[in-house]
């Protein structure tokens, strides 16, 4: 089993190295780089994931967190670009850590394409809230991260990184094969976005302020309750 | 209906795709990428009469036309120019960047919609459980947790409209806080009662040893038979962009738009590649007619 | 030497003082059928999960456990001989698709696919699942996904099959065809089958020995028969199933005869004691109940939830009137859920009107409407935003000035739940979880309630309060609404009954009436005089017009 996963790693190390020969042929397919970057990272996290032996309530606690993400959209319907999708993933990360945060967000964007329908924005839907949780667990034990601000300033700033990893494609896409042209253009696609980014942080902000101590609370009980704490426990009875 | 494609080895199909994806992005040929295009239609029209692509319709027409313009308003660069508006010089070298942009965007989208009809959540689900078993248990979870979610959030949101506590009507604050809070009672709810769900599992052996993944779908001599077409035919147009070819220089000097004779051969192979799904019907129902 | 041998179990949980198993020994034989019941709480749950060691609670166990004579530990392998169903149908189900559900389990133990495939055919052979295999998990019936989870537990081939409370969320049709695809088992295949179960009705027949539990030890046990005739001396009215009941308080207890538990042996007993019934007049309270006011009118209501999908209510027309007690009753999908939404203005009638008090309900305020009108539903759980069953009432109160703190605390207080104001909600056991919501909506002071449900899951003891509380507000000018597709509850306490079927409410009557014109959609012991006297529906009424038996 664990050869089978070296054997993948090295596979998926491979590819890294062909895309990057490829690329240095093709100095400015960006885009095309881009996506391959995206994915080869995507999946050498899920060849790391598979090495560890995760129980049933772990893989169901990931779930559920993913699952809740993903429709968590859905009372908000009436209110654009307000949605705590990135909140929950947040919270994930605060209280289970960095990787269950970045798996957490990794699933919640993949599975609700498949729900929804795939796009070419799949990866970078996934890298990006995989890195939200990511850096929520991360970032938690940090002592500016105990305090209100250090969490504000957090949720602010993810509601702006979200909207530009998700404007990178986009971008890379206008910009062609042969690279950036003019960095100009830039500006009206950002100040486009910029609106729904501010209501974005806005909102991560708003919930953070109102419902994060509670749900730091709410998740922390779940994980006493579903023995993640004392992970040597397992072998008691 | 495109069904002989569908019926294929789910991992033919995602190469398949995949391919078409990649190739997309690496041309930079306006006929190239109209003709891929055109194609692209034509196999969406050939499977559900484009019904799939006529909701994802004013998505494309919009992004499309974003990046047509895009290009040319902020970019003078270029000899040739159509004309100038506000003192600011349109060319045509400009507008041709664009519209490959668009172009390339427009098609990449095209292949997506089709990938969503063929590539259901179960083949791509068995493709992950043959290499991340793990991680497809999860995402089977997943799937399985969504639609269980969405309903219990119709009965939450019933429950508290009943006590007073909505989601419309009342200022940004009150609603975003009500609907964070039927969120929490998802939460709480939710997470009380995955537990059974983990001790269903566990009361199923899960963990209790390595897991065996069953196979919904068997690779068929006819799907090796299509990996090695659509490899070769892939490798072709590859081959073919690593040398040059199907890429129109723009910059300093735009070369002309008609394709060299070796670059309708690389275009053909591309071309060939992307109409598989429609090969294989036809194929199929020739030899179908044959047989009867 | 038995298959499951209990000796002086002890268990105690982790955080708790005081043991939830106690000295608890218990003997099942292979192949036997039995069935553990007992109010909430009690330990069913803890004891079978304590047979199944990959499910086996954390906390202190003393005593042994042997399986064929050997202890629980050192039998590890025959804890895959053991299959568990748990009694929520939805949460078991770990997939989307019923096929990747089935073989869930056996891809766990790492079969390959053609030993895969040969069970599903065989088991989906058996239980006649084939039009299933493809559907989504989601899409099935809560009888349709117990019945998937007791097949991909089947497929792991166990020799003891443990459910706890398996029927408990179903609708009694589901229940009785779950029950029946038991006893096949038990007796085609010889499985040993022990379950926990609250509705006694239909399993006393059908169990070889039923085991009564109460706070951690075994109460009473043995065969059917025997253990109801104890149950009688020890005061432990509440389950006994309604003809046994009806023929014990009819006879002498000391008659060595078998107690009739079905229908069929409880006529032939009828028969042969050549019982003579007295003709009673009609019900006068009924009669005067019926001149009450209307509060709430619906006319010509249709409703769908997607133009795409077909209509939930239809041409449908109903009324409610003042200090009624209007018991809805239909299959499932038949609408009833609905109906009682729109009554709350949960959801609005694509056409037709529904009004309240003569006014639209449409030009009600939401929140008048909802000081109007208390809504529990099936799951009183989703009802609780708050950690605490106090912090939620004094929210209500707060919210609704319509009654004082202190009047709270002593609606706690009436409710029994006083000592449990501190608690979580979601610990509470299903009985108490009602009654602190009820106390929640009636610090609204409402007009009506509207309840889905009220009696699904609930032990019988926990019922008859709820009975109580339902009978107390109606007394007190109340008027009651509610969905069940508990027969033997709805006759016993509504004061009108409506049927409804395909969108409509098809029939509708005060109980007597109602259920005496129907064949399958009764009480026991109605089904019992059918025929001698339709019009008999409970066992106390049945006692009142037969008089006792002293042979």
Same mark, same amino acid.
């Given at each position: 089993m664990r050869c089978h996963q070296r054997m993948k790693m090295i596979a998926l190390l491979l590819m890294l190295v062909l895309l990057v020969v490829l690329s240095i042929h093709w100095m400015t397919h960006y885009l095309w780089l881009s996506f391959g970057v995206v994915i080869t990272a995507v999946l050498v996290f899920l060849v790391r994931f598979e090495t560890k032996v995760i129980e049933a309530r772990e893989i169901v606690l990931l779930a559920v967190l993913a699952a809740i993400a993903a429709v968590s959209r859905i009372p908000f *319907?009436?209110?654009?670009?307000?949605?705590p999708t990135t909140f929950v993933i947040m919270m994930a990360g605060f209280v289970f850590g960095a990787e269950s945060g970045l798996i957490v967000g990794i699933v919640a964007a993949l599975a609700s394409n498949m729900v929804l329908g795939q796009g070419p924005w799949t990866p970078w839907q996934m890298l990006a809230w995989g890195l939200v949780g990511l850096t929520a667990g991360l970032l938690r034990k940090r002592s500016f991260m105990k305090k209100t601000w250090g969490k504000v300033l957090f949720a602010l700033a993810w509601g702006f990184l979200f909207g530009w990893i998700m404007n990178i494609w986009g971008l890379l896409a206008f910009a062609g *094969?042969?690279?950036? !042209?003019?960095? !100009?253009?830039?500006i009206p696609y950002f100040l486009g976005s910029a609106v729904f980014d501010m209501m974005h942080a806005v909102s991560n902000v708003f919930f953070f302020l109102v419902f994060g101590g509670l749900w730091l609370n709410i998740l922390q009980r779940f994980k006493t309750k579903y023995g993640l704490l004392d992970k040597c426990k397992g072998d008691s009875s | 209906m495109i069904q002989r494609f569908q019926a294929f080895h789910p991992a033919v199909c995602f190469f398949y795709y995949a391919g078409s994806v990649t190739v997309l992005m690496l041309l930079q040929h306006p006929v190239a990428l109209l003709a891929a295009l055109l194609l692209i239609v034509v196999i969406n029209a050939v499977h559900d009469r484009c019904k799939g692509l006529r909701q994802w319709l004013v998505m494309i027409i919009v992004t499309g036309f974003f990046l047509l313009i895009l290009n040319p308003l902020f970019n003078e660069r270029g000899q040739h120019v159509l004309f100038v508006l506000f003192d600011h010089r349109i060319t045509l070298e400009a507008v041709i960047k664009g519209g490959m942009s668009a172009l390339t965007i427009i098609a990449v989208f095209a292949v997506f919609v089709s990938y969503n009809e063929v590539m259901t959540p179960n083949k791509l689900l068995y493709l992950f459980a043959k290499f991340f078993p793990q991680f497809a248990v999860l995402l089977m979870l997943t799937l399985r947790f969504i639609p269980l979610m969405k309903r219990r959030l119709a009965d939450i949101s019933a429950v508290q409209q009943s006590k007073g506590v909505y989601v419309s009507g009342g200022n940004w604050r009150e609603r975003a806080k009500n609907g964070l809070l039927y969120v929490q009672v998802l939460l709480t709810y939710s997470l009380e009662e995955a537990i059974q769900t983990a001790d269903s599992m566990k009361a199923r052996e899960y963990g209790s040893s390595t897991r065996s993944t069953y196979e919904h779908f068997r690779m068929k001599g006819i799907d090796i038979i299509a990996f090695l077409l659509l490899g070769f035919f892939l490798a072709v147009s590859i081959a073919g962009r690593m040398q040059g070819h199907l890429y129109l220089t723009v910059y300093p000097v735009m070369d002309s738009l008609t394709l060299t004779g070796t670059e309708t051969v690389y275009l053909t192979a591309f071309l060939i590649y992307l109409s598989f799904p429609l090969l294989a019907e036809g194929g199929g129902m020739i030899r179908w007619r044959l047989l009867k | 030497m038995a298959l499951i041998e209990i000796n002086d179990v002890t268990f105690t949980y982790p955080q708790s003082s005081v043991p939830a198993l106690e000295q608890l020994s218990l003997r099942v034989e292979k192949g036997q059928f039995v069935v553990l019941f007992g109010p909430s709480g009690c330990g069913k749950s803890t004891l079978l999960r304590i047979l199944k060691n990959e499910i086996s609670p954390h906390g202190q166990l003393s005593g042994e456990v042997l399986f064929n004579g050997r202890s629980a530990g050192a039998a590890t392998d025959f804890s895959r001989e053991i299959g568990f169903v748990f009694q929520d149908p939805e949460n078991q189900v770990v997939a989307d698709e019923v096929l990747h559900e089935l073989v869930f389990g056996l891809e766990n133990i790492g079969l390959s696919t053609n030993d895969m495939r040969n069970r599903v055919a065989e088991i989906v052979d058996f239980m006649g699942a084939e039009p299933l295999l493809h559907r989504k998990t989601h899409d099935l019936s809560g009888g349709q996904k117990q019945q998937l989870n007791l097949a991909s537990v089947l497929l792991m081939q166990p020799g003891v099959l443990l459910l706890d409370e398996p029927t408990a969320q179903l609708d009694p049709v589901s229940a009785r065809e779950f029950l029946d695809m038991l006893v096949r088992l038990n007796e085609e295949f010889g499985m040993t089958i022990i379950m926990a179960e609250h509705r006694l009705d239909e399993v006393m027949a059908v169990a070889d020995r039923v085991v009564m539990m109460g706070n951690g030890r075994v109460l009473l046990e043995g065969a059917p028969s025997n253990v109801i005739r104890q149950m009688r001396t020890a005061g432990e009215r509440s389950y006994i199933p309604a003809i046994p009941s009806f023929y014990l308080q009819i006879t002498n207890a000391s008659q060595e005869i078998d107690i009739p538990l079905t229908v069929k042996t409880g006529r032939n007993w009828l028969q042969a004691a050549g019982m003579t019934i007295t003709n009673m007049p009609e019900s006068v309270a009924v009669k005067a109940k019926s001149q009450a006011k209307e509060i709430i009118k619906g006319k010509n209501l249709f409703f769908q939830y997607d133009t795409k999908e077909r209509a939930v209510l239809k041409e449908l027309d109903f009324s409610l009137s003042q200090g009624e007690l209007y018991a809805l009753l239909g299959g499932n999908g038949s609408g009833k859920s609905t109906l009682l939404q729109l009554v709350c203005g949960l959801q609005k009638a694509q056409r037709g009107k529904m009004s309240l008090h003569g006014k639209p309900l449409k030009s009600w305020k939401r929140q008048e409407l909802a000081k109007t009108i208390g809504y529990l539903p099936q799951n009183p759980k989703l009802f609780f935003l708050h950690d605490t069953v106090e912090k939620e009432l004094m929210h209500a109160v707060g919210q609704w000035q319509a009654i004082g703190r202190s009047e709270a605390e002593s609606l706690l207080e009436a409710l029994g739940i006083g000592d449990l104001r501190q608690k979580h909600p979601y610990d509470l056991s299903g009985g108490e979880l009602q009654k602190a919501a009820l106390a929640c909506l009636l610090a609204r002071k409402p007009e009506i309630l509207v309840l889905d449900e009220p009696t699904k899951g609930l032990d019988p003891v926990s019922k008859g309060q709820l009975a109580e509380m339902l009978a107390d507000l109606q007394q007190r000018g109340m008027t009651v609404m509610m969905a069940s597709h508990d027969v033997e509850f709805v006759a016993k306490h509504a004061t009108k009954c409506g049927m409804m079927f395909a969108g409509k409410i098809t029939a509708e009557a005060v109980p007597a009436a109602f259920f005496s014109g129907n064949f399958f959609y009764t009480t026991m012991i109605q089904r019992l005089f059918r025929g001698t006297a339709?019009?008999?529906?409970t066992t106390e009424e049945a006692v009142r017009r037969c008089g006792v038996i002293s042979e």
């Open positions: *319907a009436s209110i654009p670009s307000v949605q *094969a042969d690279g950036f !042209t003019d960095l !100009t253009i830039f | - | 339709d019009n008999i529906l």
